[in-house]
């Protein structure tokens, strides 16, 4: 069982940045692709970015492309999603999100989530 939790969400102004972390807990996370999905109110969840298991590989989504970054420190069982520039559009609860089958953008491949924490971009 891994036990992940988000951190690093709030209130910024279009423009600017934040970081997020996502720290795993019951297990290591050395052997989970991670992902971060997000989800605004009335829609639907959205695939953000993932990374490979040792960091190697990473996808994004085109509406986030050059503007997040995500990374991870295995041996701090820690993922992270680093957004500048960000844009009203980009408000939503991030959840981060843990799979054994490897680096996806499919929500329905990962068997662990976190709670989730608020993103709220004003313009």
């Known amino acids: 069982q891994v036990h992940l939790v988000e951190s690093g969400g709030g209130p910024v102004q279009a423009g600017g940045s934040l970081r997020l972390s996502c720290t795993a807990s019951?297990?290591?996370?050395?052997?989970?692709?991670m992902g971060w999905f997000r989800q605004a109110p009335g829609k639907e969840r959205e695939f953000v970015a993932a990374i490979s298991n040792r960091g190697y590989t990473t996808s994004y989504a085109v509406s986030v492309k050059g503007r997040f970054t995500i990374s991870r420190d295995n041996a701090k069982n820690t993922v992270y999603l680093q957004m500048n520039s960000l844009k009203p559009e980009d408000t939503a609860v991030y959840y981060c999100a843990a799979t054994t089958l490897g680096i996806t953008s499919s929500g329905s491949s990962y068997d662990y989530w976190g709670q989730g924490t608020q993103v709220t971009v004003s313009s």
């Open positions: 019951g297990r290591t996370i050395s052997s989970y692709a």
